[in-house]
Each structure stands twice: as structure tokens, then as C-alpha cells.
């Protein structure tokens, strides 16, 4: 089987996973994964689907602004809801499961939308998350949400694959994440430590660098990651990055040589026991 092939035999999966819905809420936060689901719940149940953005300050002002952008271009119906994570102790104090929280305070908010359409709310987990430390995903789980594309079999490369199918100018962008994932484990989430951090990352995109993230290890230490096809060329940038950070009271700044890594401030959190299992977000065991 060709890989187009399998590709649209993913697509026309979601679609009947889709159409079996009376109505849909999905939690869209303008990366890959949620824009192909907020797209394809568009095409398929038209305005019973709802396509809801939680703002707070996790949410880089760019990424707001760029996913309500795509919204109201594709003719998405889209709401914007605030969330209130950073009032729960247990969120600002960034333990390895931080991420329940913050899935738990995006239930609060879209779960009574949903339950006024009898609409299921569906998140944008692809296969490849399946396995990772992604507690957040067991919290949706918990609270009755549907992952959609991993019903379908979908992977990351299925969904960027479509979304160009789709003509979804989200295709080729970056995995990103909110701001509080930039922050070492342990170190206090506060509004203050996520601008600083958003304000390096702006100050490193300037210079030209699309994969990107700044780390705020603790103790006013930032570890810069760039793509590795562009650590070459961050090189003789480095003093200007170092400075920059400096600048915004990063007093020890590093340049991680084995650049940009997902979930790098995961490394040795896998080991502690909260993955993903299949059969959480598929409801079967494989």
C-alpha cells in the first residue's frame, strides 16, 4: 500500500470517527496536530463543531494570534476561553506532572461547553505521543476526552502529510509547546518567569532561527536549543544570544550543542512512571 494511500485511508477513518459525533468541541491550540482535527471537524459536522483556544499566560502571544488567524480564515466557528492553572499551587509548583493540572483546569473550562451540545471534547494526540511523559493526556483521558487521530492510526508525519493535502499552512510548522514547559521541573510557574522566557525566545527568533527553545534551568540559568541543521549557525551568534539573556536577567547563559531535542527537560522523567498506554487513548488493547 502506497503511503498516499494509507494516508487517505487515515483521513476517511477520522472522517467516520467524526461523523459518528452529534457535535464536536476540540481544544485547538494552532499546532499540527489540533489544526488537521479543527479542520476536518469543520468539514465534516459543520457548525456542531467548536473549536475552543485556552489563553493564559503558558500561550506565547504569537501563537494565540496565529491560531485565531487560521480559524477565522478556514471558517472555523472558534472561541477563546481564559484558564485559571496558574491559581492552582499545584500547577505553579512544576512537579513532573504539572501537565495534569493544566489538562485538569482546560476540563474545567471546556467540559461545560461540551455538555451543553452533548459534544465529546477531542484533543489532538497523534501515535507518536503514545509511550511519552504526557500526563496531561491521562488527566483528558480521565475526564472523557477522545483522541481522534490516534483512533484513526494517525502519526505526526500522517497528519503534516494531510494537513498539506488540505492546504493547512500549519503542514511544515514546528512542534511547539506552552511556555511553562520551558522551565526545569520544580522551578515555580509564575507570569513573570513565563514573559522572561517568551522574551528570549523572541529575542533568539529574531536573529532567524524558527526551531527554537530557551530552558530556565532555575537560579537565573537559560540553556538556548536551536534545530540541529542550524547549531552552524547560531555559533557566531552566540555572544548576541548570551548577551540578550543576560540582558533579561539570565545570569549564566549555554548553548546546548546537541541542539534542539523534544521533551529535552523529560530526559530521565520517562523513568518515572507515568506514560502513555495505548489502550487509554485508543479504548483497545493492541
Same mark, same amino acid.
Given at each position: 500500500? &502506497?503511503?498516499?494511500?494509507?494516508?487517505?485511508?487515515?483521513?476517511?477513518?477520522?472522517?467516520?470517527?467524526?461523523?459518528?459525533?452529534?457535535?464536536?468541541?476540540?481544544?485547538?491550540?494552532? +499546532? =499540527?496536530? &489540533?489544526?488537521?482535527?479543527?479542520?476536518?471537524?469543520?468539514? =465534516?459536522l459543520g457548525a456542531? &463543531?467548536?473549536?475552543?483556544?485556552? /489563553?493564559?499566560?503558558?500561550?506565547?502571544?504569537?501563537?494565540?494570534?496565529?491560531?485565531?488567524?487560521?480559524?477565522?480564515?478556514?471558517? #472555523?466557528?472558534?472561541?477563546? =476561553?481564559?484558564?485559571?492553572?496558574?491559581? /492552582?499551587? +499545584?500547577? =505553579?509548583?512544576?512537579?513532573?506532572?504539572?501537565?495534569?493540572?493544566?489538562?485538569?483546569?482546560?476540563?474545567?473550562?471546556?467540559?461545560?461547553?461540551?455538555?451543553?451540545?452533548?459534544?465529546?471534547? *477531542?484533543?489532538?494526540?497523534?501515535?507518536?505521543?503514545?509511550?511519552? #511523559?504526557?500526563?496531561?493526556?491521562?488527566?483528558?483521558?480521565?475526564?472523557? +476526552?477522545?483522541?481522534?487521530?490516534?483512533?484513526?492510526?494517525?502519526?505526526?508525519?500522517?497528519?503534516?502529510?494531510?494537513?498539506?493535502?488540505?492546504?493547512?499552512?500549519?503542514?511544515?510548522?514546528?512542534?511547539?509547546?506552552?511556555?511553562?514547559?520551558?522551565?526545569?521541573?520544580?522551578?515555580?510557574?509564575?507570569?513573570?518567569?513565563?514573559?522572561?522566557?517568551?522574551?528570549?525566545?523572541?529575542?533568539?527568533?529574531?536573529?532567524?532561527?524558527?526551531?527554537?527553545?530557551?530552558?530556565?534551568?532555575?537560579?537565573?540559568?537559560?540553556?538556548?536549543?536551536?534545530?540541529?541543521?542550524?547549531?552552524?549557525?547560531?555559533?557566531? *551568534?552566540? #555572544?548576541?544570544?548570551?548577551?540578550?539573556?543576560?540582558?533579561l536577567g539570565f545570569?549564566?547563559?549555554?548553548?546546548?550543542?546537541?541542539?534542539?531535542?523534544?521533551?529535552? *527537560?523529560?530526559?530521565?522523567?520517562?523513568?518515572? +512512571?507515568?506514560?502513555?498506554?495505548?489502550?487509554?487513548?485508543?479504548?483497545?488493547?493492541?
Amino acid at each position: 500500500m &502506497s503511503i498516499a494511500h494509507a494516508g487517505s485511508d487515515k483521513l476517511a477513518a477520522l472522517r467516520d470517527i467524526l461523523g459518528a459525533m452529534p457535535a464536536a468541541i476540540v481544544a485547538y491550540s494552532g +499546532g =499540527v496536530d &489540533s489544526a488537521l482535527l479543527a479542520e476536518v471537524a469543520h468539514q =465534516v459536522l459543520g457548525a456542531a &463543531s467548536l473549536s475552543v483556544t485556552a /489563553d493564559s499566560s503558558s500561550l506565547p502571544r504569537r501563537e494565540l494570534e496565529a491560531a485565531s488567524a487560521l480559524a477565522k480564515r478556514r471558517g #472555523w466557528r472558534h472561541l477563546v =476561553v481564559g484558564t485559571a492553572e496558574l491559581d /492552582d499551587p +499545584g500547577y =505553579v509548583a512544576n512537579p513532573l506532572h504539572r501537565c495534569y493540572h493544566c489538562k485538569s483546569a482546560l476540563f474545567d473550562r471546556l467540559q461545560p461547553l461540551a455538555d451543553e451540545r452533548g459534544a465529546p471534547v *477531542l484533543l489532538g494526540t497523534v501515535t507518536d505521543d503514545l509511550g511519552d #511523559w504526557r500526563p496531561g493526556h491521562a488527566a483528558a483521558t480521565e475526564r472523557g +476526552g477522545r483522541h481522534p487521530l490516534v483512533e484513526a492510526g494517525m502519526a505526526k508525519a500522517d497528519v503534516r502529510a494531510l494537513s498539506a493535502e488540505l492546504g493547512l499552512p500549519t503542514a511544515a510548522k514546528p512542534a511547539a509547546a506552552c511556555l511553562s514547559s520551558r522551565l526545569a521541573y520544580g522551578v515555580p510557574v509564575t507570569t513573570a518567569a513565563l514573559a522572561r522566557v517568551e522574551r528570549a525566545e523572541e529575542l533568539v527568533a529574531s536573529l532567524g532561527f524558527s526551531v527554537l527553545r530557551v530552558r530556565d534551568l532555575g537560579g537565573d540559568a537559560a540553556r538556548v536549543e536551536v534545530g540541529t541543521d542550524e547549531l552552524a549557525r547560531l555559533a557566531p *551568534l552566540s #555572544w548576541t544570544v548570551t548577551e540578550g539573556l543576560r540582558e533579561l536577567g539570565f545570569a549564566s547563559v549555554t548553548i546546548d550543542e546537541r541542539g534542539y531535542r523534544r521533551g529535552a *527537560l523529560n530526559e530521565g522523567a520517562l523513568n518515572q +512512571g507515568t506514560l502513555i498506554p495505548e489502550a487509554a487513548v485508543t479504548g483497545r488493547d493492541n
